[in-house]
């Protein structure tokens, strides 16, 4: 129950969750199944029982499913869905533990404008993969037309008429809940406990159409990719700041906020 507060009801295929799903199961509503390879569109939008028994079960899939997730009606900028990429980083040194959360965050979006009455991995997934097979003018055309960070996001709020400064209290809020629950898992191995250990994560969330955040996933492995300019100086600046915490005893003049 606590946990699907904080991110859409979720079931693992291979950790016998297929029994609760199908309890939980609403007709009409539409659910995302994710595959391990969501560059190559290994993601799947039905709202059909049958349909999503028959993705699930497809052995000529080259990445099985393995997790299907209840379908939040999003919060659109532009027409399109988003998404936030935030970065998370964990410094553990002894028994002290540290989360941070940086200021450089990206907004990605999908492909397609969203239409409620169709949804499709084009106009419901929001990523940067599809870039890759659009030609670059219109790329450099939708990238200036849209805002990119949270910087640029906080501004367009602004000129909305949206109250920004609540919506990522909600998600600083949320980002406090996760850090919690990751503290007492993180840093356990106890052949490492004299060394300093550290991580960055990826963490995605989206925003419903009622200004609620939820959190949608955790990567171990977040991309260093940059489509321009702007994104480049964005992943550097995380890097270097990664790089301060680690390195320096009283590190300064970084973006990282501790959680």
């Known amino acids: 129950k606590k946990a699907s507060q904080i991110m859409p009801p979720s079931y693992g295929i291979y950790d016998n969750e297929w029994k609760y799903f199908e309890k939980d199961f609403k007709k009409g509503q539409y659910y995302l199944l994710k595959t391990e390879e969501e560059n190559a569109q290994g993601i799947f939008v039905y709202n059909d029982m049958n349909k999503i028994k028959e993705k699930v079960m497809d052995k000529k899939l080259k990445y099985p499913v393995t997790v299907i997730q209840r379908f939040i009606e999003?919060?659109?900028?532009?027409?399109?869905?988003?998404?936030?990429?935030?970065?998370?980083?964990?410094?553990c040194k002894g028994g002290k533990k540290e989360l941070y959360i940086h200021k450089q965050g990206g907004v990605f979006y999908a492909?397609?404008?969203?239409?409620?009455?169709?949804?499709?991995?084009?106009?419901?997934?929001?990523?940067?993969?599809?870039?890759?097979?659009?030609?670059?003018?219109?790329?450099?055309?939708?990238?200036?037309?849209?805002?990119?960070?949270?910087v640029q996001l906080k501004k367009y709020f602004q000129n909305t008429n949206v109250d920004g400064d609540k919506l990522f209290s909600k998600i600083n809020k949320l980002l406090k809940v996760v850090a919690t629950g990751l503290k007492d898992k993180i840093c356990t191995v106890s052949k490492l406990k004299k060394n300093v250990k550290v991580g960055l994560?990826?963490?995605?969330?989206i925003v419903d159409k009622n200004f609620k955040p939820w959190l949608i996933e955790m990567n171990v492995s977040p991309s260093s990719t940059a489509f321009d300019q702007l994104g480049e100086k964005q992943k550097q600046q995380v890097w270097v700041d990664t790089m301060k915490i680690t390195l320096l005893k009283e590190p300064k003049d970084h973006q990282f906020d501790l959680l």
């Open 74 to 91: 999003p919060l659109l900028i532009k027409g399109r869905t988003f998404k936030l990429r935030l970065f998370l980083f964990v410094k």
């Open 201 to 205: 994560f990826g963490i995605d969330i």
């Open 111 to 150: 492909k397609e404008k969203f239409n409620p009455r169709k949804l499709t991995y084009e106009n419901v997934v929001a990523n940067a993969y599809w870039f890759n097979g659009t030609p670059i003018n219109e790329v450099k055309e939708f990238l200036k037309n849209h805002p990119r960070n949270l």
